[in-house]
């Protein structure tokens, strides 16, 4: 349902950009977003956005991360600037999608983003 692409290395202070497109029987996409995990860690949210276009974000990339979306395309996008080396983590997208008869939440496959100092 959810296919992310994207990500790899970058080097610390530079971008990347990942997407996460939804596919299938969709209705209606309601909340779009991105999670990452490291290694023996819980997954935590980075930045969610409402199909209204409202966002929000994780403390830790205010000001240097950006999602949207394009809702035509059933995709969300996670725009990394000014990359980190504390940004490796896997990323997860998700979406909260009506398909049938009621919302469910996918989740995509993960993808490495490794930032070298």
């Known amino acids: 349902q959810l296919q992310a692409s994207g990500g790899g290395l970058a080097q610390a202070g530079g971008s990347q950009r990942l997407s996460c497109a939804a596919s299938?029987?969709?209705?209606?996409?309601?909340?779009m977003g991105w999670y990452r995990q490291a290694p023996g860690k819980q997954r935590e949210p980075v930045a969610d956005?409402?199909?209204?276009?409202?966002?929000n974000y994780a403390d830790s990339v205010k000001g240097r991360f950006t999602i949207s979306r394009d809702n035509a395309k059933n995709t969300v996008y996670l725009q990394m600037n000014s990359l980190r080396p504390e940004d490796t983590d896997v990323y997860y997208c998700?979406?909260?999608?009506?398909?049938?008869?009621?919302?469910?939440?996918?989740w995509g496959q993960g993808t490495l983003v490794t930032v070298s100092s």
């Open positions: 956005i409402t199909n209204g276009g409202r966002t």
């Open positions: 299938g029987s969709i209705f209606s996409i309601n909340d």
């Open positions: 998700y979406a909260k999608i009506l398909s049938g008869i009621e919302w469910r939440t996918y």
